[in-house]
């Protein structure tokens, strides 16, 4: 009996570890935006498909003001998030956005190719500029 209780247990265990590995569905870190020294820019660049998206982050200190240039509107849009802030930006389709950061930490910036015909995949390059 105690054998059995035993098996159950570790199966349950066994189950609920996998159920944990799976959920979490292997998703990758966003890349963090670094400038380089002496420079208060940077670009992002990579290649989407339809519906994807690439995730960074980057660090800002309140009051700082956050440009963002996007310059394939027509194929990308972009958002900025930080929840712990209670900030969010909708998805911009807009050539730039230009914001203040309301508090010091990270923040989470999205780029998202559009749902279009064609190109089904393309390039972006979007720049980010804090001052």
Do not use: H, W
Not at 52 to 59: D, L, R, S, V, W
Not at 80 to 106: Q, R
């Amino acid at each position: 009996m105690v054998r059995r209780a035993i098996l159950v247990f570790a199966g349950v265990l066994a189950f609920g570890c996998f159920y944990f590995a799976a959920a979490q569905g292997g998703k990758a870190e966003p890349n963090r935006i670094q400038f380089k020294p002496g420079q208060s820019g940077a670009t992002v660049s990579g290649s989407l498909s339809n519906g994807q998206e690439m995730e960074y982050i980057f660090a800002a200190r309140k009051g700082q003001s956050v440009k963002i240039t996007n310059s394939r509107t027509s194929l990308f849009d972009f958002r900025v998030f930080n929840s712990e802030f209670d900030f969010e930006t909708e998805f911009e389709s807009s050539p730039s956005l230009t914001f203040e950061v309301p508090e010091t930490g990270d923040y989470l910036f999205f780029v998202r190719k559009k749902q279009v015909r064609a190109p089904r995949t393309a390039k972006f390059s979007l720049t980010i500029s804090i001052k």
